[in-house]
């Protein structure tokens, strides 16, 4: 029999990506789009039913099991708020997932912070800030080589800091929220109302490299947005860097170039901005942050 693997899960708004390694070495990696429904029983039908794909894709058991995830879990490991997924709100999440994965040890974590601690040592850096860009607006900051603020004191909710409080209702309820202003979405809304027309991301990339105004001054307002945030967080905590990753910014080349630019104008004189550059793992941050919380979990 093979030996034991080790899977990583990145649970997604719209889509779940699975990765298995035997040691550092990847023997199977699939992604899937969750189906166009609301319901916690058939997402879970769906998820399982791919696992077991992938599990007899590779045929061998599950040694341990990381997931990131980017609802809100409370200390009785039940989902206080997934606004991408209300379905699953009051879910209780560790028997969900100890019942897809019987017999492995199984650890989950917020995909933000997964996302910046697999950043953080494929860049080797020890005090970085990382931000995802895609259908939501996540993050995570590593201080000192560990994820800040650490297990048990809950996750970096940098897509919830308010930069513009007359802004966009956000998911969440209130009004002006990263996310609101600066994911995949508002910013395909927002261009929009620049246009005057709907805008698909492939219309928006092809006229960001034609340096349409319309685009340009979408990405602009998003990328203000995000580097608000990183200001913010620069003032408090002092990160060395900063790097844009996430499935929506890993699409538009220079888009991190543009958060720089930002960057440059709003961090305050006598401070050195943040060196910016484009996430090393691209759109996969959370989904290799999830397979080091596989390494990292003992049966």
């Known amino acids: 029999?093979?030996?034991?693997?080790?899977?990583?899960?990145?649970?997604?708004?719209?889509?779940?990506?699975?990765?298995?390694?035997?040691?550092?070495?990847?023997?199977?990696?699939?992604?899937?789009?969750?189906?166009p429904r609301r319901?916690?029983?058939?997402?879970?039908?769906?998820?399982?039913?791919?696992?077991?794909?992938?599990?007899?894709?590779?045929?061998?058991?599950?040694?341990?099991v990381g997931v990131a995830m980017p609802a809100t879990v409370g200390a009785d490991e039940r989902?206080?708020?997934?606004?991408?997924?209300p379905a699953w709100t009051g879910t209780d999440l560790g028997a969900a997932l100890r019942a897809l994965f019987p017999g492995a040890a199984v650890a989950w974590a917020d995909d933000g912070d997964l996302g910046a601690l697999a950043e953080a040592r494929a860049a080797g850096c020890a005090d970085l800030l990382y931000l995802g860009v895609g259908t939501g607006v996540g993050g995570?900051?590593?201080?000192?080589?560990e994820p800040c603020p650490g297990p048990g004191r809950g996750s970096f909710e940098i897509g919830h800091i308010v930069v513009e409080p007359d802004g966009p209702q956000c998911v969440c309820g209130r009004h002006g929220c990263l996310q609101a202003l600066a994911s995949g979405p508002a910013t395909l809304r927002h261009a929009a109302r620049l246009r005057g027309e709907d805008v698909t991301f492939d219309?928006?990339?092809?006229?960001?490299?034609?340096?349409?105004?319309?685009?340009?001054?979408?990405?602009?307002?998003?990328?203000?947005?995000?580097a608000t945030a990183a200001v913010g967080v620069q003032e408090l905590l002092h990160p060395r860097s900063l790097l844009i990753g996430g499935g929506f910014a890993d699409g538009l080349p220079g888009f991190d170039a543009l958060v720089a630019a930002q960057l440059t104008r709003l961090?305050?004189?006598?401070?050195?901005?943040?060196?910016v550059g484009p996430a090393a793992l691209g759109a996969l941050s959370s989904l290799h942050g999830a397979t080091t919380l596989a390494h990292l979990t003992r049966p």
């Open 1 to 35: 029999m093979e030996p034991a693997l080790h899977l990583g899960v990145d649970i997604g708004g719209t889509k779940v990506a699975l990765r298995a390694e035997s040691g550092t070495r990847c023997v199977a990696e699939t992604v899937f789009t969750w189906q």
């Open 39 to 64: 319901d916690v029983t058939r997402d879970l039908a769906q998820l399982s039913s791919h696992i077991g794909e992938l599990r007899g894709q590779v045929g061998s058991p599950w040694r341990a």
């Open 79 to 85: 989902i206080t708020a997934w606004p991408s997924r």
């Open 140 to 145: 995570g900051l590593v201080l000192g080589g």
């Open 203 to 226: 219309a928006l990339r092809r006229a960001w490299r034609e340096e349409e105004p319309w685009a340009v001054g979408a990405l602009r307002r998003t990328c203000r947005a995000l």
């Open 267 to 275: 961090t305050r004189p006598g401070l050195p901005p943040l060196d």
